[in-house]
């Protein structure tokens, strides 16, 4: 069998007027990933992503790291896209949001992110500018099913993967059939620049490894958010 690399991005900008742009700390979370690959002979064989910038971002930043001149053009995967946090917090909760700048602030941040998923993937809440959690989990599906054709066409793909914590805990939701609640806890617990990985063939997927933070030997560059 092959293999699928999950990786989220790096550490984005959390309270910033633009969340999505990786910080410095995303940046060397990255190019460290990139770095340990590299001393390890790791190669590519397909590269899918999202659009948005941050992972974009991330993949030129463990490109530097991993410094292969013959890395395989990134197909973007709108099915890879994170959902909106504030979008579904603001869905459940009316009041003024305080930007997640202390650590108090994040908890809560947190706290109400885990109550407005949990009510969108229940279809009790529809938050502004979203599809509904269905037509979230089919997206990732969709990738999924790219990467197995690619497993199709290459006996051991290697096949890199970079979205968020969202896409990626739902497509191991997928493989492992757990319900909303275990979906979430998964989620929130995805680290900036982790690996997951899948065994895949053409015709099944199964997890090998999560959340592995390996190339962060350094633990000054951990970071959830």
């Not at 706290?111 to 089919?138: I, K, N, Q, T, V």
Request: charged share 20%.
């Amino acid at each position: 069998m092959g293999t699928l690399y999950l990786v989220r991005h790096g550490q984005a900008s959390l309270g910033a007027e633009d969340y999505d742009q990786l910080s410095d700390l995303g940046r060397r979370q990255c190019q460290a990933l990139g770095r340990y690959w590299r001393e390890r002979g790791q190669g590519f064989d397909a590269v899918l992503t999202g659009t948005l910038k941050r992972h974009q971002q991330s993949l030129a930043a463990l490109s530097e790291g991993l410094q292969q001149a013959d890395l395989p053009t990134a197909v973007q995967c709108p099915g890879l896209d994170e959902y909106d946090s504030e979008a579904l917090i603001r869905a459940i909760h009316s009041g003024p949001l305080e930007r997640p700048l202390t650590p108090e602030a994040a908890r809560a941040h947190f706290r109400l992110l885990r109550e407005g998923l949990a009510a969108w993937m229940a279809g009790r809440a529809a938050p502004e500018g979203m599809s509904g959690y269905a037509e979230f989990s089919a997206g990732v599906a969709a990738a999924l099913r790219q990467v197995q054709g690619i497993a199709a066409e290459k006996a051991r793909a290697r096949v890199l993967l970079v979205s968020s914590g969202g896409p990626i805990s739902t497509a191991i939701g997928q493989v492992l059939g757990t319900p909303p609640d275990a979906t979430i806890e998964l989620n929130l617990r995805i680290r900036n620049s982790a690996v997951s990985e899948f065994a895949i063939s053409a015709k099944r997927m199964a997890l090998q490894t999560f959340n592995s933070v390996a190339h962060l030997d350094d633990t000054a560059l951990l970071s959830f958010a």
